[in-house]
């Protein structure tokens, strides 16, 4: 179907909830992406964070495609292997001791809410089921997540929200140890803030925050729905930054590009769901999970995670470089290939012009552009894309 016949159908027929690129997609291959007239797109958003193995991976139309065919559902009244297998990886290669699988990262997020008052109730009684999140944050959208989400503008026309949630500014540990009081059951953090700009916590500051959670027994929680899975080049990102949470959720890429979220926590929180008091008729489904197999086998049998490390440091160098030779670039930020830069102009009109030279980036609030490209990326891609950059930016400049 052609481009603009799709647009028209597609204002015709779908709720208009978002703002979309002028493009659509036909198919993909590798790092690239395809439109129905047969351009070709260089992917640094890769479903955002989402095809960590790219389009069209070997391994994962294999495995989706075997089970497709072997068994694709069955609901959680009966076991199944491959939910088990997953979350016995999922397991042996994290903090954790437990999975829930769920079916994005909204979900895998109101498991941990849940999880964590349901835990508090239990051991402590009614009324310690306070939630401290930060500002800045993302955490999802339904409910129980854009009251979580620190941003007005997903809470606004949805009120009443939740109670019981309080919002800090991140990386600040006065502000938060403030706002920890005897009501309060968790906190809940993104490692590195993926929507709220590319913001790093601070290794000092996470480490103040575990001490503080230790000491008054509140779950340290960490979303890792984007930052999980090899994005920042370990498999996961608490791992860079010196502290072990409680509870921890995935979803984005951990099915490399199949719905599928996770909950993951130690077996003492674990334990504070029992037969019934949570569940999901899909969640960690047969197929979703032979797929988040396939992507834990390729992540850690292969060489990408280390690939994706030496290709995030490459990144951060030449973006560091663009900022000293483009005034417009006021700051670098990232961690692997979760990258960032903030701007001195409108993030959209750069998205604009990179998808004009066939490269797809995407920006985040109004002066940062975020890319969270697969981890099989190349050097000359990542070159492509920074001599991109400069040229726009130099054009600015002039
Ligand atoms: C994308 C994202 C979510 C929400 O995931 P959905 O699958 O869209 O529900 C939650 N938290 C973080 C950190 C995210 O980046």
Do not use: W
Not at 65 to 83: K, V, W
Not at 87 to 98: G, R, T
């Amino acid at each position: 179907m052609p481009t603009e016949e799709l647009k028209q159908d597609a204002a015709r027929y779908l709720m208009q909830t978002y703002t979309r690129q002028p493009l659509a997609i036909a198919r993909g291959r590798g790092t690239k992406v395809y439109d129905f007239e047969g351009r070709e797109y260089l992917d640094f958003v890769g479903g955002i964070a989402v095809n960590i193995l790219g389009h069209g991976h070997p391994d994962l139309i294999q495995a989706i495609q075997r089970q497709a065919a072997q068994l694709i559902h069955t609901s959680n009244l009966y076991y199944t292997e491959p939910q088990v297998k997953l979350a016995q990886v999922l397991v042996d290669h994290s903090f954790a001791d437990k999975v829930f699988f769920c079916n994005s990262g909204a979900e895998a997020n109101e498991a941990a809410i849940k999880l964590a008052r349901r835990y508090s109730h239990d051991k402590y009684g009614a009324g310690r089921h306070e939630i401290v999140t930060m500002k800045n944050s993302f955490h999802g959208r339904t409910m129980a997540t854009i009251t979580a989400t620190g941003q007005e503008k997903v809470q606004k026309g949805y009120e009443p929200l939740l109670p019981g949630f309080h919002y800090v500014a991140f990386n600040n540990v006065e502000e938060l140890e403030q706002a920890v009081t005897d009501k309060t059951a968790a906190i809940l953090l993104e490692p590195i803030q993926g929507e709220g700009g590319v913001h790093v916590a601070d290794r000092e500051y996470l480490k103040q925050v575990r001490a503080l959670c230790t000491k008054k027994d509140v779950l340290l929680m960490f979303d890792e729905v984007q930052t999980g899975m090899g994005r920042t080049g370990t498999l996961f990102a608490y791992e860079q930054l010196g502290v072990q949470p409680d509870i921890m959720t995935l979803a984005k890429g951990l099915g490399g590009g199949m719905p599928i979220g996770a909950c993951l926590a130690i077996d003492s929180v674990a334990q504070a769901f029992s037969p019934g008091s949570h569940a999901s008729t899909f969640g960690g489904n047969p197929l979703a999970c032979a797929a988040g197999l396939a992507v834990c086998r390729v992540l850690l049998e292969g060489q990408v995670l280390d690939h994706a490390r030496r290709m995030g440091e490459h990144f951060a160098k030449g973006l560091s470089d663009c900022q000293e030779r483009h005034r417009v670039v006021r700051e670098v930020r990232g961690l692997g290939l979760l990258q960032g830069i903030e701007l001195d102009m409108e993030g959209k009109v750069v998205v604009a012009e990179c998808l004009a030279r066939g490269i797809l980036i995407n920006g985040t609030g109004e002066h940062v552009l975020r890319f969270v490209p697969p981890l099989i990326i190349t050097e000359i891609e990542i070159d492509r894309l920074l001599d991109t950059l400069a040229q726009i930016f130099s054009k600015q400049a002039a």
